[in-house]
């Protein structure tokens, strides 16, 4: 078994923890206007302006099943989708709000179709809340709105009631965690108390108060007791979730020093929603290697798509899909159910290899970034290993220990060396696996 304890939270992480890999889907009127999910504050655009949105959206070619075969075939397990972003706008049928994708030429509750969809394919359903809120007439002006520069913001503000808010937000989780069956994962975006505006003393961040949090969080608990949640209200719940950048240590509890359940949430290219003319979309290496260097240090990966105001994912989506659906259908043994390497052996770890065990210990994972030619060296290995394969096809992979034959003059194999012979070409696989089968 796995040396590495986790610190134990309310929500259910153990089902979470084995599956690893996430769809994460950021859809809502901006993928309209194509340009970053924060389009309505970075480009200060007022609500008569944005409203068009609201009148032309019409996911026509909107096709779940769709999506969730693709997650599927990736290797994905579970999925998040935004029910409600920044802007505002509901992705479900809301009493609490006429700003909801019924009221436009959508015309259907589009959270019911993604729920029943993606569950068809077997997979855990998440919900995205976003806990900041541009388009509700309670929630302030403060120093992330698109109203921040009007000259009269001020005034705007003033009389708004963030209690009302709050339970807005109560209501609407309450709907979300009723009506749609069982859900797993509950990601609430996000708290940003710290940050106030110097110039204006009046436009304040929000936090944990701000949302009664934990009321929110109860409210939550009670309709599913077992969900997972995030960290993102400001209390402390399940989730940890690092942002666009790669963990490369175990992350753990800043106070406690513990092994915490994480999850790095990625994006495809530089935006979570969908953006038309942004650019830099990872390679298809990278986003394997995203997913093993993850894994290999004891996390989950949320990998995020951006589908278009159409309703389907751009070509680029599918091709980034379709590299993790190539890799993961031969490959995923060393991700589901796998961990950090035990520190023994993570400590042998070779130059240009990546680490990942099975939670049993009995097998380990050689990933193969830098593809050596035609051995690979192991030391202290020796009398470790029963047996030694592929993963992508099965194939042995014959190994000597201690005495090594294709040393030439003047080298001697040290203490406890296995080495493993390899084919001199590389398998057609992005990045190899070798199995280990561990006495
Ligand atoms: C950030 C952004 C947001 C995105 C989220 C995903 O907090 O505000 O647009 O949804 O990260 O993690």
Not at 178 to 206: A, C, E, H, Q, V
Request: hydrophobic share 35%; glycine share 6%.
């Amino acid at each position: 078994m796995s040396s590495y304890v986790t610190r134990k939270t309310p929500g259910d992480t153990e089902w979470f923890r084995h599956d690893r890999f996430g769809m994460f889907i950021h859809w809502g009127l901006y993928s309209m206007p194509s340009r970053h999910e924060w389009v309505k504050t970075n480009e200060r655009i007022p609500e008569e302006k944005y409203d068009k949105y609201f009148k032309y959206f019409n996911p026509d070619l909107y096709d779940p099943k769709e999506w969730a075969r693709q997650a599927r075939a990736a290797g994905m397990k579970y999925v998040v989708l935004t029910t409600k972003h920044h802007e505002g706008f509901c992705m479900f049928d809301s009493q609490y709000t006429d700003y909801k994708c019924t009221n436009t030429p959508a015309g259907r509750d589009l959270v019911r179709e993604y729920v029943d969809a993606f569950r068809a394919e077997g997979l855990r359903i998440g919900f995205y809340y976003s806990l900041i809120d541009w388009h509700h007439p309670e929630f302030p002006i403060d120093n992330l709105h698109p109203r921040r520069d009007d000259p009269d913001a001020e005034e705007k503000s003033k009389g708004r009631d963030m209690k009302k808010y709050a339970e807005y937000m109560r209501n609407q989780v309450t709907e979300l965690l009723t009506n749609y069956g069982k859900i797993d994962i509950l990601w609430f975006d996000f708290s940003y108390s710290g940050n106030t505006n110097p110039n204006k003393p009046w436009m304040r961040g929000k936090g944990k108060d701000d949302w009664e949090a934990e009321e929110l969080i109860a409210t939550a608990r009670r309709l599913q007791p077992g969900i997972i949640i995030d960290n993102r209200t400001e209390i402390e719940q399940d989730l940890w979730t690092p942002e666009q950048y790669q963990p490369t240590a175990w992350v753990r509890h800043a106070e406690t020093g513990e092994l915490v359940t994480w999850e790095a949430c990625q994006t495809f290219s530089g935006s979570w929603g969908y953006y038309r003319d942004e650019m830099t979309w990872k390679s298809p290496e990278m986003l394997i290697q995203m997913l093993i260097n993850t894994v290999s240090v004891g996390g989950n990966l949320l990998m995020n798509v951006g589908p278009t105001s159409r309703g389907y994912l751009d070509y680029r989506a599918e091709a980034a899909l379709a590299a993790y659906a190539d890799w993961m259908k031969y490959n995923s043994r060393s991700i589901y159910g796998c961990t950090m390497a035990e520190p023994e052996l993570l400590a042998l770890c070779p130059n240009g290899c990546k680490f990942t065990q099975s939670e049993d210990g009995s097998r380990l994972y050689i990933h193969l970034y830098e593809y050596p030619f035609q051995y690979l060296e192991l030391q202290g290995f020796a009398g470790k290993v029963d047996y030694a394969q592929f993963l992508h096809d099965g194939s042995e992979l014959l190994f000597e220990e201690n005495k090594i034959s294709h040393f030439s003059e003047g080298r001697t194999a040290s203490d406890n060396m296995l080495v493993i012979k390899l084919p001199v070409v590389k398998p057609k696989t992005l990045v190899p696996v070798i199995e280990l089968m561990l006495k």
